[in-house]
């Protein structure tokens, strides 16, 4: 019985180790310029596709409900087509939870549209935006 109650006390500290080192990461990658970074790298690869680039830069406001990004720009095989400057959204962090991104409001300072975009490869995913979570925006 002894030996149980002491298993029981390292599986507990085990885990209360594994939640501060998950607490800690999600720190690093939202509070820190670095972390942020690599987070919009993250984001950038998951918006784009075959035939389509997404560059996002300069995140801010992660958890707060106001997400900002200096910059998002979109590439395709002949280069930029369109960019988007000082990007604003009113969202709902926890609905990802749900997986849904749900946005009450997205805001674009300047929007620069270059030409429009060359049409994108067919592979029969007609419709979808590629992205791991629904998307909502009101």
């Known amino acids: 019985m002894r030996l149980l109650a002491l298993a029981w006390k390292y599986?507990?500290?085990g885990?209360?180790?594994l939640v501060a080192l998950a607490a800690g990461a999600v720190a690093m990658l939202t509070l820190t310029e670095?972390?942020?970074g690599s987070l919009a790298s993250v984001a950038s690869g998951l918006a784009s596709a075959p035939g389509r680039q997404?560059?996002?830069?300069?995140?801010?406001g992660i958890w707060?409900?106001?997400l900002t990004a200096r910059q998002v720009l979109?590439?395709?095989?002949?280069g930029p087509w369109l960019a988007l400057r000082d990007v604003e959204i009113d969202w709902s962090p926890l609905a990802l939870l749900g997986l849904t991104f749900t946005a009450d409001r997205v805001h674009a300072g300047r929007v620069e549209l270059a030409r429009l975009p060359e049409p994108a490869p067919q592979d029969g995913a007609r419709g979808s935006s590629g992205l791991p979570v629904g998307?909502?925006?009101r």
């Open 11 to 13: 599986v507990r500290y």
């Open 15 to 17: 885990l209360l180790a």
């Open 34 to 36: 670095a972390g942020r």
């Open 54 to 60: 997404v560059r996002i830069s300069g995140l801010d």
């Open 64 to 66: 707060s409900g106001h």
């Open 74 to 78: 979109v590439e395709d095989s002949e």
């Open 135 to 137: 998307v909502d925006i």
